[in-house]
Each structure stands twice: as structure tokens, then as C-alpha cells.
């Protein structure tokens, strides 16, 4: 053998020997590899082709975010994250969809983390025609109007065609809210509210009306029907049926609140 052959040899063996090295200080062969991420947060929510009224809030992974009624269509969820990916990636059907809508972000390793987001519609109001409007529209048919909200934007009156908010409203999660730089100064004007209960969820001063609508005894001893002027009530019932030994009266009043 040469000695050309020779030093061939060993400046191949010599090559391989630099080439394990350095699959060695590159972590080849098997090496461990950096732990994969167990990032998983959402960082801010939107929708596409909406109008945005009142941006994302987050409570934890409560989140909620207010559209325009008129412009909300069935828009696609925006979701800021950093993880790797988010579900559910589809368009938002209003009509069947349940609030809050969970959204769960996946890290690269795997974990997942799970936000509630509440989408809220909202009509602007700022006439008291456009609020009967409105109230009208949702007293139809308030099982359609689930998570929808009334903003109110300047003082309303609408003594000499009233408007009322039904119980049905908080049934369905439909609220009333003052919405202008000052809130505390918006008035509203001959509305009334049905259920004593709503007006802590409606979040705004309206004076619920206390009234008495009708007022009655047994038919057989009232001699003229309840006239109602404001407060006070004047009835005519009979003598002689209420002047016997022991006798009581047990009236029927029909009334709000």
C-alpha cells in the first residue's frame, strides 16, 4: 500500500471523528429537545364585520364585549392568544347560539385553558320614538332578544304613549342601561317596569309605577264599581250587607309591583 493511501485514510477517519463531534454539540443522536411551551392565554377578543361598541373586558377568563345590534350579522371571533391554536373558529349564529360562548386555547404542550365570553347587542336609543320602538319589538317576542341591551343616551319622555318592561326581560337576560358621559343625570319618562325584581338587573333609576288598577268586594254587595283618580278610590257597596253583626270585607286589587 502507498503512502498516498495512507494518508487518505486517516484524514477520513479524521473527518468522521469531527463530524461526531459535532452531532454531539448539536444535540443529535436522540439529544433532549427545549421543553415545548405552556403558554395559553387570551390576550384581547373581537368580531369581524361588526361595529364594536364597548371593547372586550376581561374578569379572568370571564370576558365580556358589547356589538351594535344593526351591524352584528354573524360575525367571526378575533382571538388574540398565545398558545398555538384556539377552537371553536367558526362564525357566530346569534339565533342559536348560548352565552357565554367558551373558547379554549391550546399550548404548544398541549395544556388548554377555556374563557367565557358574552356577547352583548345593543341598541343605540337616543329618541323616546325610537325607544317605544324598540320596547315594542322586544315585548313581541323577548325569547329572541336574549343578551341584548337598550342604551339609553339622553333624557327620554314617553308620557302619552308609555312603554312597559315585562318580567320576560329578565328571563332572557335583555337590559336597560344609561349610556353617555354623565349616566347619573339621564331621566326616562313614562316606562314602566312590571316586576320589581328587574329594575336591580336594568342598572338604571327608572321609578317603577306602584298603581292600582282595580278594586272590587264581592259582587253582591258592591253597588258602584271603583272609580280611580290617582290615589284615591271611591266604591259603593251595599248597607245593609255590611252593617250585619260581625261582618268583614275582603277586597280583590289588582295593581304593578
Known amino acids: ?48 364585520s361588526a361595529k364594536i361598541i ?58 388548554v385553558k377555556s374563557y367565557y365570553v358574552t356577547i352583548r347587542r345593543a341598541f343605540e336609543v337616543s329618541s323616546a320614538d325610537r325607544l317605544r320602538e324598540v320596547i315594542s319589538t322586544i315585548n313581541s317576542g323577548p325569547a329572541n332578544y336574549k343578551y341584548v341591551t337598550i342604551l339609553i343616551t339622553k333624557d327620554l319622555d314617553l308620557s302619552g304613549n308609555e312603554r312597559n318592561i315585562t318580567s320576560a326581560w329578565a328571563n332572557n337576560n335583555i337590559t336597560l342601561e344609561k349610556y353617555n358621559s354623565s349616566p347619573e343625570n339621564v331621566t326616562i319618562k313614562g316606562l314602566t317596569i ?39 278610590i271611591d266604591i259603593t257597596v251595599d248597607y245593609n250587607a255590611t252593617n250585619a253583626t260581625n261582618s268583614s270585607l275582603t277586597p280583590t286589587v289588582t295593581h304593578t309591583g
Open 1 to 48: 500500500m502507498s503512502l498516498a493511501w495512507f494518508k487518505t485514510k486517516i484524514l477520513s477517519l479524521f473527518g468522521l471523528f469531527l463530524f461526531s463531534l459535532l452531532l454531539v454539540g448539536c444535540g443529535g443522536g436522540g439529544g433532549s429537545s427545549s421543553p415545548k411551551s405552556s403558554s395559553n392565554n387570551m390576550t384581547n377578543f373581537s368580531l369581524s
Open 54 to 111: 364597548k371593547p372586550a373586558e376581561f374578569s379572568g377568563q370571564n370576558v365580556n364585549i358589547m356589538i351594535d345590534y344593526d351591524h352584528s350579522g354573524n360575525p367571526r371571533p378575533i382571538v388574540t392568544h398565545d398558545g398555538t391554536s384556539y377552537t371553536p373558529d367558526e362564525v357566530i349564529d346569534f339565533k342559536k347560539a348560548t352565552m357565554p360562548i367558551t373558547y379554549t386555547i391550546r399550548a404548544a404542550n398541549g395544556s
Open 194 to 232: 312590571e316586576s320589581s325584581g328587574i329594575v336591580g338587573l336594568l342598572g338604571v333609576n327608572v321609578k317603577t309605577t306602584l298603581a292600582i288598577k282595580s278594586f272590587t268586594f264581592d259582587n253582591s254587595i258592591v253597588v258602584k264599581n271603583a272609580t280611580i283618580n290617582g290615589t284615591h
